[in-house]
């Protein structure tokens, strides 16, 4: 009925996080360039930044609420007037609506930011071998 929406709000918090890191680093950028400061050859950056691990995450919760929206949305759940979710029109409705948001949308959401941990713990994992092997193959 509305499980979509446990997914999608958790989407919103993790652009709006996003939007804030990059506003962070341009300006941290933009220091840089008027401070005249070069880093350093020694200092190691990560292939892939936690911003750009942080994009996989809102992707996949975006990607996921569109899903499960065009899903309610050819079954009828979803109507383009108002209140928009036909569960919504009636108390009883109302309430399994909000149990199903409770049980199984926070399980969806639990599940997609389960996975994307996965998928960064990985990719450290790879990246530290990574790392590594080219100490490695400088010595």
């Not at 993790?14 to 401070?35: D, F, H, P, R």
């Not at 409770?102 to 399980?107: E, K, L, N, W, Y």
């Not at 994307?116 to 713990?121: D, P, Q, S, T």
Request: glycine content about 6%.
């Amino acid at each position: 009925m509305a499980c979509f929406l446990v997914p999608a709000t958790e989407a919103i918090i993790v652009s709006v996080a996003i939007g804030v890191m990059t506003a962070k680093e341009k300006k941290a950028k933009l220091e840089v360039k008027q401070g005249d400061a070069t880093l350093s050859k020694t200092e190691h950056k990560p292939r892939f930044p936690f911003l750009a691990k942080l994009k996989w995450l809102a992707s996949l919760l975006w990607g996921g609420a569109f899903l499960l929206a065009f899903e309610h949305l050819w079954h009828g759940e979803v109507v383009p007037w108002f209140p928009f979710l036909t569960a919504a029109a009636n108390p009883e409705d109302a309430i399994e609506m909000l149990k199903e948001m409770g049980t199984v949308g926070v399980t969806m959401a639990l599940l997609v930011t389960g996975v994307w941990l996965a998928m960064v713990g990985i990719t450290h994992l790879m990246q530290k071998r990574s790392a590594k092997v080219n100490v490695a193959e400088e010595a």
